[in-house]
């Protein structure tokens, strides 16, 4: 062969001898051309016997292929010539590549291992002499292997590890790569390095609530992690249900570099303590673990209390205050997280703040409220939260309390009156008080400052002391009422004073004006009586007065024969009374006895002798007077009347006499003494002033003669109304105030307490006011009765969005009115807009669905949502009057309800508003889902079939097959390594989302040890599916050199005759750890090296024959094979070569006999042989073999037989045949298995013990 180089501008070559055994060589002349020996960029030179030559060059073009041609010249002058393959002039470098810092595709920066560093490169390359060889080491910069030095790394190995270091943390070191190519052209390049970081980050704080209410949700916030070295990377969190961490709620989970969390989903226990751990990475994969102090769960609010009006011991139900209150509360409990705040407010309602909004007293159990505005009449709450450490809260209110800040009214007192001299009778309205009710009253009865009754009238009817007098208490609350005091026992006196003080329930006292009346009675006079006519008599009196007040009324007690008493009540006007009778007969006897009345009611009497006197007659019958007409104003009384039984115009011809009065009782003349009007059957008072509410009667007396004699005749009571009536309220809607009405709705109006104490109410009008025009857009008038009534009605001009009220005006018997309006009412022709229904199933417990909602950016501008009405039904199930729905005030719930497994359920929301006006939101449907995902494969190993073994002890991988879910979807999945199925020793559970692959570059795995992988995929319904991998065992280690042969069987040969294929096997190659699994085997001229045949796929077997050669004669090739383990790290053993040979060995000489050649023998003799000169100068004789024939190159007599390298041969036992010839033949055999052959001149065979054949005679000595 001609072994050649290109160095720069140098080429040298070397050639072998050339021989010549018979002329020997002269010389060697060299040439250099661009074509095979062609000598186009030198010419051949002389070179003597030299077998090398260099030539510079300074043309030679980069890539171009030179060929070497040598010429030998022997002696005799004849030439032998032999060319190069060319060899390729290479001035460049080879080109570099990426240097990446760890194992994988992608470059790390930081690592926290110690002990070991791995890089990995792209492959350098050179287009034109290829990569010869590189080195790998590491330097504490990116020019020099200062800590590591450079070694060499396989042939085709881009990836090295450096093991038994000793790192440094937080220094930073480069890999740096060399190669040269075939010239010894050297590039190198460095990684971009990575940082040593052996400490965990410093731990900080996780904060988490101490106690929450929601068992479906928690929340965390850490902050404080640090690492100086290489920075935080990430942070992974958990809950568990104890320390140390189990995380059977939610595994680790990754947040990337957030410092807080929040999982919803959750299915918590209630009262149960659970724990936030945060896994802290840094960038060199190291983490730091701290936990929370724990989060209790307390789903029960507190134990509402007592709440007290008021500070002091007994509970106050009626206040007079305007500006402070004060409150306190008791028996409020939380066993699970305490009472944390108390939070009061004051209202006008349970829960109202319309006073005081919620207010935190911190754990105070009473509070002041200093400034707080009240009105009069009012009734207010106090409302008090306690909230727990779980922020549930619980509401208790006060029963209430009525402020009055007015005097309560006490009253009127009038028409004092004594009745027998020993009894006051009071007329009194009765204590009212607005705000707190009725008030407690006494009646105060002073006689000039010498003695004083007290009788408390009190309001709840109960027993009461009197002083004085012992009477029973009065109820106040029955209105106008009649008050008799008992003044047995005590003097007289000229003046007796009254007066009434009440005192309300919020304490406030009034004491009405004081009354005085006269305290004794009427000094006595005289009486007489005469006779005037047949049917009636005269009384005259006189002498009767009283000096305080004055004498009012005469009470007659007429006595008839003893038995009959007539009791007459007259007036004390004048002196003269007329009394009319039938029963006037002869012979009668009367007796008349008197009681002077004073205005203040005190008697005083006498007694008239009786007398007899006939009756008289009358002309017409006075009983039929009168029927009575009376009008009446202010200031003026009309009066008309008429005889009944058409006597009017009889009484005219008679002449019948008028006169009239006009008083406070029958027969009385406080308003108007008795008038005569003569004939005229009418009568006008103009001046007569008349209070409202009190009542009158119009008196007549009728005469026929001048009034001699007359009979008296009264009206009926007639009551005096000056005054309107009284307002009533006046209520939007039917049974219940609204606020709000549908544009399409029909009007409902209800009012009461409209009344006339006087009169009656005749008529209510009702109007509907537009605002703030004030303009009537619709009205009715309707008849009652008593002041109350409802009123219906279409009204089609009212406007959306517009307010209005209900004016009622009502009018009384006597043309006086008064009117009152509603609150007011607004129009609302639109439902509820906008929303947002959110709905969730979130797991199954004993057979039940718990299932949440909440909706939101539900409005109505004009009457405000006033109610939600949900319902979970079966998906486009329409929302009718038969769902049953659930009514709440608020936007969110959570249940646990039966549904139907694999159904469709959405979760239908009826927002209406006040006026009635609704709209319906339905939220996405959602499957029931009660099967967890199905679940698939799960491979070791980042490709698409499972791996056992892995050689990197940095990274692990995982591919796995896309679960599926027939009802719901997937919504996560979390993978997670360990050294046991289902376990994560080695990574923590880390989300995936819906990745079916996953990688950790940072893991550090330990050699020997089999890694787990598992996939946890939870759908949307919660539920959970885990596969599991089959493991991977780590194997960093290459297999165990083997032994390889060239041939077949194990069985190395040195040499090879055949061109055309090449056999190769091996043995012993072994992996104790993942065993060897394949084989690769290629062909080439050095060990190692595959330019003849490229490495065959990997086979199992431990042979293999490499077909379709050309094989070049007197060359030598190198099986390499390579012995790969299951994790796919590989050992390159090369055989020590085979060297082809295609030439027979060169064939010698053959001899009868063993030192000289025989040409006859007897035949009894043994057949002997000899040879020599046989050689092969490729690859030598390895063997001979002999045989005996009857003719050359034939072993009929006896078979080829080796015998080995032996030179000679003898057999005895060959049956030879007298008078025949016979010839011994010998093969050759070199290394390669090419054979030659060369036969004996032959014997002659003779009969033993006969003659010599004259054909031998010359050849014996």
């Known amino acids: 062969p001609l072994f050649r180089s290109v160095v720069n501008t140098l080429l040298n070559a070397s050639w072998p001898n050339f021989t010549d055994a018979e002329s020997q060589m002269w010389y060697y002349k060299w040439a250099i051309g661009t074509q095979e020996c062609g000598t186009q960029v030198q010419a051949y030179v002389n070179v003597g016997k030299e077998t090398q030559a260099s030539s510079y060059k300074s043309d030679f073009v980069s890539g171009l292929l030179y060929y070497v041609s040598v010429v030998g010249r022997n002696q005799a002058g004849l030439l032998s010539k032999i060319c190069s393959e060319g060899t390729l002039y290479d001035d460049s470098p080879p080109v570099t590549s990426l240097v990446r810092d760890g194992e994988g595709a992608v470059d790390i920066d930081y690592q926290s291992f110690i002990g070991s560093l791995s890089a990995n490169w792209n492959a350098f390359t ?91 949700v928690v929340e965390a916030v850490w902050s404080g992690f640090l690492d100086v070295e290489s920075l935080i990377d990430s942070y992974s969190w958990s809950i568990d249900r104890q320390i140390p961490m189990r995380q059977d709620v939610q595994p680790f989970t990754n947040v990337r570099l957030s410092e807080g969390a929040t999982s919803s989903n959750l299915t918590l226990r209630p009262n149960t303590t659970y724990y936030v751990s945060v896994r802290a990475f840094n960038r060199a994969g190291l983490h730091s673990t701290k936990s929370s102090d724990g989060l209790i769960t307390d789903i029960s609010p507190p134990t509402a209390g007592s709440v007290v009006d008021g500070l002091g011991e007994d509970d106050v139900d009626w206040l007079y205050v305007d500006s402070e209150i004060g409150a306190r509360w008791y028996d409020f409990d939380d066993p699970e997280s305490g009472i944390q705040l108390y939070r009061w407010s004051v209202g006008t309602n349970e829960e109202g703040c319309q006073v005081l909004l919620a207010t935190s007293v911190t754990l105070s159990t009473s509070a002041v409220c200093s400034n707080c505005s009240f009105i009069s009449g009012v009734k207010y709450f106090i409302t008090v939260e306690a909230m727990n450490g779980a922020g549930l809260k619980t509401t208790a209110y006060s029963d209430g309390f009525t402020v009055d800040l007015t005097a309560p009214e006490t009253g009127a007192i009038s028409g004092l009156k004594w009745i027998d001299n020993s009894m006051l009778q009071i007329n009194w309205t009765g204590g009212t008080d607005d705000e707190s009710g009725p008030p407690s009253c006494s009646v105060h009865v002073v006689a000039s400052g010498q003695w004083e009754i007290v009788k408390l009238l009190e309001s709840n009817g109960e027993q009461t002391n009197i002083v004085s007098s012992g009477e029973q208490a009065i109820d106040v609350s029955s209105g106008e009422q009649t008050i ?85 009540l007259l007036p004390y006007k004048g002196s003269f009374y007329e009394h009319r009778t039938d029963t006037f007969l002869p012979g009668s006897s009367w007796t008349v006895s008197a009681n002077a009345v004073s205005s203040s009611g005190l008697t005083s009497s006498v007694v008239t002798e009786s007398f007899d006197f006939p009756p008289l007659v009358d002309p017409i019958n006075s009983a039929d007077c009168c029927d009575f007409t009376i009008e009446y104003n202010s200031t003026t009384i009309t009066v008309s009347w008429d005889w009944r039984n058409g006597l009017t115009a009889k009484s005219s011809e008679l002449g019948y006499r008028y006169r009239y009065s006009i008083g406070s009782i029958a027969g009385g003349a406080q308003i108007r003494n008795y008038t005569d009007v003569g004939i005229v059957r009418e009568a006008v008072c103009r001046d007569c002033l008349l209070l409202t509410g009190a009542v009158y009667f119009v008196n007549l007396h009728v005469s026929s ?109 006597t043309g006086l009115s008064t009117e009152a309006s509603s609150d007011g009412f607004s129009v609302d022709a639109t439902p509820p807009a906008g929303g947002i229904v959110v709905f969730s199933i979130d797991s199954l417990w004993n057979g039940l669905a718990n299932v949440s909602g909440s909706w939101s950016s539900i409005g109505d501008g004009e009457s405000g949502v006033a109610l939600y009405e949900w319902a979970v039904v079966k998906a486009r199930e329409e929302f009718t009057n038969q769902t049953v729905a659930t009514a709440t005030k608020k936007t969110s719930f959570s249940a646990s309800i039966n549904l139907t497994a694999s159904a469709e359920y959405e979760l239908v929301v009826n927002a209406s508003n006040f006026a009635g006006l609704y709209t319906i939101y339905r939220s996405k449907s959602i499957v029931h889902d009660v099967t967890s995902p199905e679940s698939y494969h799960i491979f070791d190993g980042a490709g698409a079939t499972d ?64 890694y787990f992988s598992s996939v946890t995929c939870r759908n949307a319904a919660g539920l959970e599916t885990v596969v599991t991998s089959d493991g991977v065992l780590v194997d960093p280690t290459r297999p165990v050199s083997g032994l390889v042969y060239d041939g077949r069987g194990r069985e190395d040969v040195a040499y090879q005759l055949v061109t055309s294929f090449s056999d190769c096997s091996w043995n012993n190659f072994t992996d104790p750890e993942s065993g060897v699994v394949g084989y690769r085997t290629c062909l080439g001229t050095s060990p190692g090296l595959c330019d003849t045949r490229e490495r065959a796929d990997k086979i199992v077997s431990t042979e293999w024959r490499f077909l379709g050669l050309a094989l070049r004669h007197g060359g030598v090739y190198y099986c390499s094979v390579m012995g790969i383990n299951a994790a796919g790290l590989s050992r390159v053993v090369s055989s020590d070569g085979i060297t082809i040979d295609v030439t027979v060995p060169s064939p010698g000489i053959v001899i009868d006999g063993v030192d000289e050649d025989i040409d006859c023998q007897n035949a009894g003799s043994s057949v002997l042989a000899s040879w020599f000169d046989f050689y092969d100068v490729e690859s030598g004789i390895v063997a001979y073999e002999w045989g005996v024939g009857s003719s050359k190159g034939n072993d009929d007599l006896q078979e080829f037989t080796l015998v080995n390298l032996l030179l000679s041969a003898g057999n005895a036992n060959v049956t030879l045949e007298s008078g025949k010839m016979f010839y011994v033949t010998v093969r050759a055999e070199n290394a390669a298995g090419g054979k030659s052959s060369a036969s004996s001149d032959g014997v002659l065979v003779f009969e033993e013990n006969s003659p010599l054949p004259l054909s031998c005679v010359s050849l014996r000595p």
């Open 126 to 216: 050179d287009d034109h002499s290829e990569i010869k060889e590189c080195s790998v080491g590491l330097g504490l910069t990116n020019e020099t292997d200062d800590y590591y030095a450079f070694t060499l790394v396989s042939s085709g190995m881009t990836k090295h590890q450096f093991t038994s270091l000793t790192l440094t943390s937080g220094t930073r070191y480069f890999a740096i790569v060399t190669c040269s190519n075939g010239l010894g052209l050297v590039s190198k390049r460095s990684s971009d390095g990575i940082k040593i970081d052996a400490t965990p980050p410093v731990l900080g704080k996780v904060t988490t609530s101490e106690y929450q209410s929601m068992l479906d």
């Open 484 to 568: 008799d005091v008992n003044t047995t026992g005590f003097s007289y006196s000229q003046v007796v004073s009254v007066y009434v003080n009440c005192t309300n329930r919020a304490l406030v006292s009034a004491t009405s004006p004081s009354i005085s009346i006269d305290g004794t009675p009427p000094t006595s006079g005289l009486i007489s009586l005469l006779q005037q006519g047949n049917n009636f008599f005269s009384l005259k009196w006189d002498g009767f007065h009283d000096t305080e007040s004055i004498v009012e009324f005469l009470e007659l007690n007429i006595e008839f024969n003893s038995t009959s008493e007539i009791l007459l």
């Open 705 to 813: 003669d001048n009034f001699a004699s007359y009979t008296a005749h009264q009206s009926d009571d007639f009551l005096i109304d000056l005054t309107s009536p009284l307002a009533g309220e006046v209520v939007d809607g039917l049974n219940a105030d609204k606020e709000f009405y549908k544009i399409t709705e029909m009007f409902f109006a209800t009012w009461s307490g409209f009344a006339d104490p006087e009169s009656v109410i005749e008529t209510c009008s009702v109007y509907v006011v537009e605002l703030p025009s004030k303009n009537s857009i619709w009205s009715k008038e309707q008849l009652v009765s008593n002041g109350t009534g409802t009123t219906s009605g279409k009204i089609d001009s009212w406007t959306h969005g517009n307010e209005y009220v209900t004016k009622v005006v009502c009018e009384s018997s």
């Open 947 to 1010: 791996i056992d073994y892995q050689f990197s002890t940095i990274g692990i991988s995982a591919t796995w097959g896309q679960m599926t879910d027939d009802e719901t979807i997937i919504i996560d999945c979390v993978w997670y390594v360990g050294t046991e199925p289902g376990s994560a020793q080695l990574l923590s559970p880390q989300s995936v989302g819906l990745q079916t692959n996953a990688s950790c570059w940072h893991c550090v795995l330990t050699p020997g040890m089999t």
